[in-house]
């Protein structure tokens, strides 16, 4: 009942996906996100070291947001790996 309240009351801010096509319709872009680690973990069963799952989370990190600010995911990390910051390559045109 408190959940229809409050649909109720933020009914707007709620259907906006309807009127605002670049607004998703769900909130799981995060689950997305951690998706292909449990996909990865599957098919090898698991990560060997500690230090291999958190480069394998950073590395999913970074292509994420790479494509979430519509940056060309290859080349952007060819500059990254040459040394450039991740806010130069993002605030880049």
């Known amino acids: 009942?408190?959940?229809?309240?409050?649909?109720?009351?933020?009914?707007?801010?709620?259907?906006?996906?309807?009127r605002e096509v670049h607004v998703p319709f769900d909130n799981n872009q995060a689950e997305r996100d951690l998706r292909m680690d449990k996909v990865k973990e599957n098919i090898s069963g698991t990560f060997r070291e500690e230090t291999f799952a958190?480069?394998?989370?950073?590395?999913?990190?970074?292509?994420?947001?790479?494509t979430k600010h519509e940056k060309n995911v290859w080349d952007s990390l060819c500059l990254l790996l040459a040394g450039e910051t991740i806010d130069r390559v993002l605030s880049a045109t």
């Open 1 to 18: 009942l408190a959940f229809v309240r409050r649909l109720q009351k933020r009914k707007e801010e709620a259907l906006r996906f309807l």
């Open 54 to 66: 958190q480069s394998f989370c950073i590395a999913r990190s970074i292509v994420s947001t790479l």
